[in-house]
């Protein structure tokens, strides 16, 4: 498999500080901060530091330390934003969009957290 990294992307240009963001958490691998066009009243994006295009690319070629740092990271957010089932609160869901159909915008892997609303359902069928 390969993958072509664009570096000037605007995700790489927020990890090399050229842009600024909402920062809401911060770890070894992993960078987490809010979308500018938020979907729904809690909508975080969270991206490896590292340079993968999307999903697939960052999950069969990140370190373990990487994978672990930024699942570990997206489960604290869950907690500190309020959203986790687990601790009582309503839930939540992850997106990762990946390239044309799935109509990925920004090519830096990312996941998105969306919550403090209901979601409805995870994708809407064709008119
Ligand atoms: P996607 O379509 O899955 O690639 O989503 C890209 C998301 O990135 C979209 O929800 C808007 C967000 N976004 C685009 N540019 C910026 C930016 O400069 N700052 C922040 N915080 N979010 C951005």
């Known amino acids: 498999m390969s993958y072509s ?8 240009k927020i990890l090399r500080g050229e842009i600024p963001n909402d920062t809401v958490l911060e770890t070894e691998h992993t960078l987490a901060f809010r979308d500018i066009q ?20 960052f999950a069969a ?15 604290k957010l869950c907690d500190m934003l309020e959203l986790s089932p687990g601790a009582g609160h309503d839930g939540y869901r992850t ?23 209901s979601l409805g359902r995870m994708v809407p069928k064709p008119e």
Not at 106 to 117: A, S, T
């Open 38 to 57: 938020p979907q729904a009243p809690v909508h975080v994006l969270v991206i490896p530091k590292g340079a993968y295009v999307c999903h697939d690319h």
């Open 95 to 117: 997106i990762s969009n990946a390239g044309e159909a799935g109509i990925q915008d920004v090519p830096h892997y990312h996941l998105h957290i969306l919550g403090g609303r």
């Open 61 to 75: 070629e990140a370190s373990e330390a990487e994978i672990i740092d930024f699942i570990r990271a997206s489960a």
């Open 5 to 12: 990294y664009d570096d000037q992307n605007i995700f790489a």
